[in-house]
């Protein structure tokens, strides 16, 4: 997943690389991690995300496309809904939450 993080991975990348069918690769992953493939995968995202925004100074179009995300306005909803904060706050020190 890490060295695919800028592409789009899907469950069936995941469940064919594992030598499963799809709906036994999501039901194993949940059933061994306790979430989806999906919010796994994003919160992997998000949290490399917040790393690159906080560490560089990368522009948030930039950490958006390097962390997956179809759009700086992706990103910037998908910050807001998990972690209740925008890239632009996490710039100037907001903590995420």
Same mark, same amino acid.
């Given at each position: 997943?890490?060295?695919?993080?800028?592409?789009?991975?899907?469950? +069936?990348?995941?469940?064919?690389?594992?030598?499963?069918?799809?709906?036994? $690769?999501?039901?194993? $992953? =949940?059933?061994?991690?306790?979430?989806? /493939?999906?919010? $796994?995968?994003?919160?992997?995202?998000?949290?490399?995300?917040?790393?690159?925004?906080?560490?560089? *100074?990368?522009?948030?179009?930039?950490?958006?496309?390097?962390?997956? $995300?179809? *759009? +700086?306005?992706?990103?910037?909803?998908?910050? =807001?809904?998990?972690?209740?904060?925008? /890239?632009? =706050?996490? =710039?100037?020190?907001?903590?995420?939450?």
């Amino acid at each position: 997943i890490m060295d695919n993080l800028h592409r789009k991975v899907t469950v +069936q990348d995941l469940a064919s690389e594992a030598c499963l069918s799809v709906s036994r $690769f999501h039901d194993l $992953f =949940r059933e061994m991690t306790g979430v989806t /493939p999906h919010q $796994f995968l994003l919160q992997i995202r998000l949290d490399q995300a917040v790393h690159l925004l906080v560490s560089t *100074s990368l522009a948030i179009s930039e950490v958006s496309y390097r962390t997956g $995300f179809s *759009s +700086q306005s992706a990103l910037t909803n998908a910050l =807001r809904k998990s972690k209740g904060v925008t /890239p632009a =706050r996490l =710039r100037f020190g907001e903590k995420v939450a």
